[in-house]
Structures are given as structure tokens and as C-alpha cells.
């Protein structure tokens, strides 16, 4: 009886069958999870404001980069860390690396809501001086998601 053995040909096929399904799934699966919190700052909007009538790319456009000097001094903009373009790679003001906020080029960047939370609270203070507004997030992250 001759032992069970597998051509070289079939051996590639199944090793590029498995390699296509291990494929990272990240990119919809965190487009699709921003959606979510972008519709869960909608009612949250919603709540806050009855006449709220949906996000708008140009006023996250602004957002971003508006210098309101409301907050810290070190820190006037969203740009000054993350650059007045949203797919270029930013700096701490420690020269830490920054991966660019545009949704295209860092898919993953708001796929996690915990972390997304975090960041908004922490930088919002430090521009604004205050937390952003649910419109104010909303806004945002549609603008980078244009981006």
C-alpha cells in the first residue's frame, strides 16, 4: 500500500487557499466599527439637539485644523502634533512617531471605541481646553473617514 502523499501542486493551492483566508480583515470590519460610534455620537447629538441634522466632513475639516487657543499653549491645534495633512505621519512634542489619521492610511486607528474615547478626552483638553462635544466627534471622524 503506497502512503497518502500530496503533489507539490496541490500543496501550493492549499497553501495559498490558507494564506488568502488568514488575511487581514481589518480595514471593513474598522470602517464598519466607526460607523458605529459614529452613529452612536448621531444620537447622542440627537439627544443634546433636536434640529441636529447629521456630521459634517467640512466642519471635522475645520476642527482639525482650527487653532481655538482655548487650550494648551503647547498644543494650539490638532496639527501641531498630527500635521495639517491627515495621511502624513505625526510627531509627539517627545519625537514620538504619530501613524497618520486618515482612515485610508491607519484602517485600524478607530476600531477600538475604549481607545477612541481615550484619545478624544486627552486631546480635546489639550486643544480645546475642554471635552469634545458629540458633534464635535461625529464631525471629526467623518472628516478623517473622507480622508
Known amino acids: 500500500m503506497r502512503p497518502y502523499s500530496i503533489s507539490s501542486t496541490r500543496l ?7 494564506s488568502v483566508w488568514a488575511l487581514p480583515v481589518s480595514a471593513p470590519v474598522s470602517a464598519a466599527q466607526m460607523q458605529e460610534k459614529i452613529a452612536d455620537y448621531a444620537a ?5 439637539d433636536n434640529n441636529f441634522a447629521g456630521f459634517s466632513a467640512d466642519r471635522g475639516s475645520i476642527l482639525f485644523s482650527s487653532s481655538p487657543a482655548t487650550g494648551k499653549p503647547e498644543t494650539p491645534s490638532c496639527t ?53 462635544s458629540p458633534l464635535e466627534k461625529g464631525d471629526f471622524l467623518t472628516f478623517m473617514a473622507t480622508q
Open 12 to 18: 501550493l493551492i492549499i497553501a495559498a487557499l490558507v
Open 80 to 132: 501641531t502634533c498630527h500635521t495639517a495633512n491627515p495621511t502624513g505621519i505625526g510627531q509627539t512634542r517627545a519625537g514620538k512617531e504619530i501613524a497618520p489619521m486618515a482612515l485610508s492610511m491607519t484602517p485600524d486607528r478607530y476600531a477600538d471605541a475604549k481607545k477612541l474615547e481615550k484619545w478624544f478626552r486627552r486631546n480635546c483638553t489639550s486643544v480645546l481646553g475642554r471635552v469634545c
Open 44 to 48: 447622542e447629538a440627537r439627544a443634546q
